[in-house]
């Protein structure tokens, strides 16, 4: 019997002496190419060279080393088939039995601001990939690792019982295929937006497990959650957890919604979700401000509510949020003082993520039973330039304040879907309903007295003229909506009727 061969290439080094020390005192000769081998030598572990190997030197820079039929022989000659085993005697290439590989940093290369396009290429490995395919296709004969955290499980096997076990050996080669389909996907989704290709023929996405979750939305349901490896740092995936218990599926998901809606807003502003709809919306002078009157804009709802903030939490605004029970607080950051009154809460979960409006439209991407519906996100805010005012009445000073309070806000309530403010704050909200004057209805109906002088804004055309109608009985001054209903004129004549100011904004926000 031939003695046992492991070919090395890494560029995680972390593990790596010990681990491959490890296989050396099971009688495992080692071979291994560039930085890694200097390594390895550095650390005194005996290592042959993949020229050694292959008889042929490194060439191009080392774009080609590991290319070579006594490579790629060794990995896929099956050890049972005695033809194989002849073509290996014939062209003198003995079998490689482990192959330790992990790729060059794509990823991280083209996370770095001062990475050029030529870096990005320079770091898509081509001998990496070929070799840990060929030995996981091969893997009834060949232990492939990729990932430093199954040196333990395979040495421990070793010294164990002298040899990998065929499960430890399947599961590692699921986990290559797994491993090299992302990285191909991450080269292929940053090429495809160097050329601007904007919906290819064929969408592979490539996420990590960020954290395996509970439950899912119910505790029947298992979940866990996964971040895009190129995803921006503005996302809630990119969130430092400072304190609390662990995060929950709705509690992920209740936090991204929150954290898209305050991202809307340039001056002090707190928002409150409850079921991924913002249930108040507060702005201020200060935080402070801005969260109590998000809180006053349904004391109720808030119970167990997940908030998001954009300025940084003081002593003062963690003082009153003390007060409540909130499942998270998210912000871009927590004075000492507001860490310390927060954290009294053993269970309430503290977020720091950066808030700002993402520099470039991202995809959204929806999954559906046996598919993916792919679009871009929301646009920001209309042109304001474009908005027109088709009523006798135009807006005042106050109710234009109110009414892009509203715009801002509405987009993000699941439509059908009305909002009521008052120019500082949210003071009702209608979401998700089958129609529109259901939802005017429930807006106006949480909203009380407040809806005297408020303004109204909804994320579609008006149908007919009811909703305006229930508008003006409760006190409405002022409408926001996207117009170009083929019955306007109705709505138009409603509003004129009650003395209410409409701006139709050309835009509609459907959110399903």
């Not at 996405?205 to 959650?225: C, I, M, V, W």
């Not at 167990?304 to 949020?321: H, S």
């Not at 979960?349 to 929806?366: M, P, Q, S, T, Y």
Request: net charge negative; glycine share 8%; hydrophobic share 40%.
């Amino acid at each position: 019997m031939s003695k046992r061969r492991a070919l090395v290439s890494v560029s995680k080094k972390e593990g790596l002496i010990p681990f491959v020390q490890g296989l050396v005192d099971q009688g495992i000769e080692v071979i291994s190419t560039g930085g890694t081998k200097r390594a390895l030598e550095e650390a005194g572990v005996p290592v042959i060279g993949i020229s050694e190997v292959t008889g042929f030197p490194e060439i191009l820079d080392g774009r080609v080393k590991t290319l070579h039929p006594n490579i790629h022989g060794g990995l896929l000659a099956m050890r049972e088939k005695a033809e194989h085993q002849e073509a290996l005697q014939t062209h003198a290439i003995d079998p490689i039995d482990f192959v330790v590989v992990n790729l060059y940093p794509f990823a991280e290369t083209i996370a770095k601001e001062s990475s050029t396009f030529e870096d990005a290429i320079e770091n898509i490995d081509i001998g990496g990939p070929s070799m840990l395919r060929s030995a996981a296709k091969n893997h009834n004969h060949v232990t492939v690792l990729v990932d430093p955290a199954d040196y333990e499980v395979v040495l421990s096997e070793l010294q164990e019982n002298g040899s990998v076990n065929g499960e430890t050996r399947r599961r590692l080669a699921a986990k290559v295929f797994r491993h090299t389909a992302a990285y191909d996907a991450m080269i292929g989704q940053y090429l495809t937006e160097a050329v601007g290709e904007e919906y290819p023929e064929s969408l592979t996405l490539t996420y990590e497990r960020s954290q395996s979750l509970r439950y899912g939305e119910n505790p029947h349901q298992k979940a866990a959650f996964y971040k895009n490896t190129l995803g921006d740092q503005n996302s809630i995936a990119q969130a430092e957890q400072l304190h609390g218990k662990e995060l929950s599926f709705n509690n992920i998901g209740d936090a991204n919604a929150a954290l898209e809606i305050v991202k809307e807003f340039a001056e002090p502003a707190a928002v409150a979700v409850k079921h991924m709809n913002p249930c108040g919306v507060g702005t201020g002078e200060t935080i402070e401000q801005a969260f109590n009157r998000a809180y006053e804009a349904d004391s109720v709802s808030i119970f167990g509510g997940i908030i998001a903030l954009n300025r940084e939490v003081d002593a003062a605004t963690a003082e009153t949020m003390s007060s409540i029970f909130l499942e998270v607080i998210l912000a871009p950051s927590f004075t000492e003082e507001a860490k310390t009154i927060l954290t009294k809460k053993k269970n309430i979960r503290l977020l720091e993520v950066a808030v700002e409006a993402n520099e470039k439209k991202a995809n959204k991407v929806v999954s559906v039973q046996g598919g993916l519906l792919v679009q871009e996100e929301d646009s920001p805010q209309s042109d304001e330039a474009s908005w027109t005012v088709p009523t006798k009445r135009q807006p005042t000073e106050d109710e234009w304040t109110a009414l892009k309070l509203g715009w801002k806000v509405v987009k993000h309530v699941k439509s059908n879907a009305i909002v009521l403010t008052n120019g500082e704050m949210s003071v009702g909200v209608g979401a998700g309903q089958m129609n529109r004057v259901g939802a005017a209805g429930i807006a106006i109906e949480q909203a009380g007295e407040r809806a005297q002088g408020s303004a109204l804004a909804s994320d579609a055309f008006f149908p007919m003229g009811d909703s305006v109608e229930a508008a003006g009985k409760a006190g409405v001054k002022a409408i926001i909506q996207p117009g170009g209903s083929i019955r306007d004129e109705e709505s138009i004549q409603t509003a004129d009727e009650y003395g209410i100011a409409m701006v139709f904004t050309g835009m509609r926000h459907f959110k399903h």
